[in-house]
C-alpha cells in the first residue's frame, strides 16, 4: 500500500477542500458527504488512497463551507462539484480521468452530476444513496422526521434531531459546547438538503450516465437504504455491492 501524501487544505469557490495528492498520481478521486457530515469523515478512506490524488471538501452549508450558505437547489451542489473537479485536475477534467464518490446524499450529488456531465468522469461511485422522493408525506425516516421537527421548532432543532438519530444520544452529549453550536448552525443546510432532495426533478436521468457505476450498500445500512441501492442498480443494470 502506498504511503499517503500531505493533506493540505484549500479554498475553492467559498468551498473548504481536503486534499492528498501524490507526486504521480493513478487517478483523481473525489469524494462527497452527506447530510450533516464533514469532510474530515473520509480521513480515513484518504489516507488509504495513497496511490491517488484524493480529494473531499465541505458541502455548502456545513463545516468549514458554513459560510456559503445552503443550497437553493440540487443543482448547486452539482456545480459545487464540478467547480472542485475543475480545480484539482483540469487535465483530467478534460479528458474524464475522475471517479466520483459519493455518500448518502453525496452519492445523489455523484449521479445527478455523472447525468448532467457526462464526459467529466470515468466511474462514479454511490454509498447508501437514499431515493428522498419516493418518501411517503409523514414518513417515519430519519430525514422525514427531521423535516417535521424543521416546521415544529426550526433548522436548529431538526439539526439536533437528524444528528442524534445518526450518530446517537451518547456522541451528542460528548460534543463541547461549539461543537454543539457548530451542528445547531448547520440546520439551515440540513433542511435545504433534505426539502430539496425530495422533489422529483432531484432523480437523475441515470440514462444520461456514461461513467462506469458502482452502488453500494453495508450490512448495516437501513432498510430502505438497501431497498434503494438495489433500485438504482437495477436501473443502471449493474450489481449492488455489499460491504
Known amino acids: 500500500m502506498h504511503p499517503p501524501a500531505a493533506l493540505t487544505q484549500h479554498i475553492v469557490d467559498g468551498l473548504a477542500v481536503m486534499r492528498r495528492r501524490p507526486e504521480d498520481p493513478v487517478a483523481l478521486v473525489v469524494l462527497v458527504h452527506g447530510a450533516m457530515d464533514r469532510a474530515a469523515s473520509f480521513g480515513r478512506t484518504m489516507r488509504r488512497l495513497g496511490a491517488v490524488d484524493v480529494v473531499a471538501y465541505d458541502r455548502r452549508g456545513y463545516g468549514a463551507s458554513q459560510a456559503k450558505g445552503p443550497a437553493s437547489s440540487m443543482t448547486d451542489h452539482v456545480e459545487d462539484l464540478s467547480a472542485v473537479c475543475d480545480?484539482?485536475?483540469e487535465e483530467m477534467a478534460r479528458t474524464g480521468a475522475i471517479v466520483g464518490v459519493g455518500h448518502s446524499l453525496g452519492g445523489l450529488i455523484v449521479l445527478e452530476a455523472a447525468a448532467t456531465e457526462t464526459r467529466r468522469f470515468a466511474s462514479v461511485g454511490a454509498f447508501e444513496a437514499p431515493m428522498p422522493w419516493e418518501a411517503p408525506e409523514g414518513g417515519t425516516r430519519p430525514g422525514d422526521a427531521a423535516l417535521a421537527v424543521a416546521r415544529a421548532d426550526?433548522?436548529?432543532?431538526?439539526?439536533?434531531?437528524?444528528?442524534?438519530?445518526?450518530?446517537?444520544?451518547?456522541?451528542?452529549?460528548?460534543?463541547?459546547?461549539?461543537?454543539?453550536?457548530?451542528?445547531l448552525a448547520e440546520g439551515p443546510a440540513l433542511v435545504s438538503d433534505l426539502e430539496h432532495s425530495r422533489q422529483p426533478a432531484a432523480e437523475p436521468d441515470l440514462t444520461a450516465v456514461a461513467a462506469e457505476?458502482?452502488?453500494?450498500?453495508?450490512?448495516?445500512?437501513?432498510?430502505?437504504?438497501?431497498?434503494?441501492?438495489?433500485?438504482w442498480a437495477e436501473r443502471l443494470d449493474v450489481a449492488p455491492e455489499d460491504i
Open 87 to 89: 480545480w484539482a485536475g
Open 154 to 183: 426550526g433548522p436548529p432543532a431538526a439539526a439536533e434531531y437528524f444528528y442524534r438519530a445518526m450518530v446517537g444520544d451518547a456522541v451528542w452529549n460528548r460534543l463541547g459546547d461549539g461543537a454543539r453550536r457548530d451542528r
Open 213 to 231: 457505476p458502482h452502488i453500494a450498500r453495508g450490512e448495516r445500512s437501513a432498510q430502505h437504504l438497501r431497498e434503494a441501492a438495489g433500485k
